[in-house]
């Protein structure tokens, strides 16, 4: 009788590594590009299997090929689309370290971001690992595990999810992340106004004045000094806007 039962758990084992290892994939802290494959899928791999004696009770595996496949990809699809919305939200800080650079005129110093493989402003790249460093030391992630957890209940199999409520949840996540990133920066927008309309000021009260010459050290001094001065408001936003979303997940 054991034995008769193994075709089902390992179909049951394998629907649920097909959501688990998307989430783990793109979840904030343990699903970054610095992190090895293996050790990632290590975990997607044991979360699964502590997830299989709760998904039995709720995924009920189709006896035709068809609508197997069917179901894996729509487990496949929600962990793409839980995940996605979390990495929306992560990308307000490279937005706003965007806004940051371009307010200090250091828009042109661009790295590789480790997280992502891409070129980005320097300013960015440093925000962004920050951001990652503090979800770990704040245990956002264990929020992130327990969304995934809770993702059968919030978003039960059954085949593909609904497109329209796929595209809510993305225009929702894309909206919420590009204005926390606008929130983030804030500082750095009002002091670049206020910055650039004084070294207007000066330009016209003194025409002989290499302003350019003037601002560029300036800005890039103001900047760094506001910079040190918002970075623990910054983040503390930034978190608490990303614990709340994950809560959201997990039906809290």
Request: proline fraction near 5%.
């Amino acid at each position: 009788m054991q034995i008769a039962i193994l075709p089902e758990i390992s179909t049951v084992f394998m629907l649920v590594f097909a959501r688990v290892g998307t989430l783990v994939m793109l979840m904030p802290g343990i699903g970054e590009r610095f992190i090895f494959a293996r050790a990632r899928l290590a975990l997607a791999f044991f979360m699964a299997l502590m997830l299989v004696p709760m998904a039995r009770s709720v995924l009920r595996p189709p006896a035709d090929v068809g609508g197997l496949i069917g179901l894996l990809t729509g487990e496949v699809l929600i962990g793409l689309v839980i995940g996605v919305s979390v990495r929306l939200i992560m990308a307000c800080l490279q937005t706003a370290g965007a806004i940051v650079a371009q307010t200090m005129g250091l828009g042109f110093a661009v790295t590789v971001d480790p997280t992502g493989g891409l070129q980005n402003p320097s300013i960015g790249n440093f925000l962004t690992m920050l951001g990652i460093t503090l979800i770990l030391t704040t245990d956002l992630h264990h929020i992130a595990i327990a969304a995934i957890h809770e993702s059968y209940r919030l978003l039960p199999p059954g085949g593909l999810p609904e497109i329209g409520d796929v595209m809510a949840m993305a225009a929702m996540a894309a909206s919420r992340g590009f204005a926390l990133a606008v929130q983030i920066s804030a500082p750095f927008i009002v002091f670049g106004l206020l910055f650039n309309i004084g070294l207007g000021l000066l330009a016209r009260m003194m025409p002989q004045l290499q302003v350019f010459f003037l601002a560029i050290p300036a800005s890039i001094l103001g900047g760094m000094l506001v910079l040190l001065s918002v970075m623990g408001v910054m983040m503390g936003v930034f978190l608490n806007d990303l614990g709340d979303f994950l809560r959201q997940l997990t039906g809290n």
